[in-house]
């Protein structure tokens, strides 16, 4: 059996691999960002100065040599990835705020509303699974059906149908703000149902296929239980799948907070992102284009140490 290579070196060469990762990953999200901005019609510089706002052809040539808006385009980017390179993202055009500050301000109630989501999906996802797998009857076409539901349904529309039921009728959660972790709940629920469907299928479908290998037919044979096979051994096996799925959605939680935020009148990201895109605002969008990336770089890695963690084989390659 081949001893694993654990040297430092060895060790050193793989973290450099993930930095150049990292960095191919941030510079690819940061240009292709700039770009979109770039093809979107409108000017920068009637957006800095608002509507209605009348100005001179000439104040407006001043505003745009300000900002380098003169610039060719090949100019403005190799300037753009030069402050980006320094950590500095630019300032906002229409807040004029550095745009560092105002993800900063805006991050938290984003991040609460993620984990939140994220928590609950998990949890659901797993006692649905574990409920249905491998049985059959009206609970598992109930499931199915319920699974089928949440998946085909829009965030919005799932959102729109809870505020008019918990928040409008029967008043039990506020309609919108963030005050207090009440105010979580409705949010929380309507980006983790989609998430639910999705995870609660593809971990079924694990617990199954497990199910039949030989190493549950085996503890099966010793008289252990089958609540116990399934828990113990069966769950295990099927986490693998499952975690690759939960990293690549909980990437998207950012883009779903979008609609989420917007439906509960909620403060975050969402909200900053829809008005960076509406304003043309091009530092402001590239920073949440970056920070998008960076958090696609952390899931990333973070999947890679659970799957050592849930399978030790893969410690040895």
């Not at 060719?72 to 753009?80: A, G, I, N, S, T």
């Not at 970056?290 to 659970?306: G, W």
């Amino acid at each position: 059996m081949k001893t694993p290579d654990l040297t430092v070196p060895a060790l050193l060469r793989g973290t450099a691999r993930r930095l150049a990762g990292a960095l191919a990953v941030l510079l690819g999200a940061a240009t292709v960002a700039f770009a979109a901005l770039q093809l979107i019609p409108g000017d920068p510089v009637t957006v800095m100065l608002g509507p209605g706002t009348a100005a001179t052809p000439e104040v407006k040539e001043q505003i745009r040599a300000q900002y380098g808006l003169d610039r060719p385009v090949l100019v403005q980017y190799l300037h753009y990835l030069g402050r980006l390179a320094t950590g500095d993202l630019g300032e906002s055009y229409q807040l004029q705020r550095p745009v560092a500050d105002l993800i900063g301000d805006q991050l938290l109630p984003t991040v609460q509303l993620a984990l939140a989501a994220l928590a609950l999906a998990l949890v659901l996802a797993v006692l649905a699974a574990v409920a249905t797998a491998g049985r059959r009857g009206p609970a598992r076409t109930a499931g199915s059906l319920a699974e089928l539901l949440a998946v085909s349904s829009p965030s919005y529309w799932i959102g729109i149908l809870l505020l008019t039921a918990f928040s409008f009728q029967l008043r039990i959660f506020p309609v919108a703000g963030d005050q207090d972790l009440s105010a979580l709940v409705l949010p929380a629920v309507t980006l983790a149902l989609p998430l639910t469907g999705v995870l609660a299928q593809v971990l079924r479908e694990g617990l199954e296929t497990a199910l039949g290998q030989p190493f549950a037919l085996t503890a099966r044979s010793r008289g252990l239980a089958p609540a116990a096979v399934l828990l113990r051994h069966a769950l295990r096996h099927a986490a693998a799948s499952a975690v690759t799925l939960t990293g690549w959605l909980t990437g998207s939680l950012l883009g779903g907070a979008v609609l989420v935020e917007s439906v509960f009148g909620r403060p975050g990201i969402g909200a900053l992102s829809l008005q960076g895109t509406t304003n043309k605002d091009m530092p402001l969008v590239v920073g949440l284009v970056l920070l998008s990336a960076l958090v696609f770089v952390a899931i990333s890695t973070l999947v890679d140490l659970l799957y050592l963690a849930i399978d030790p084989r893969l410690r040895s390659r």
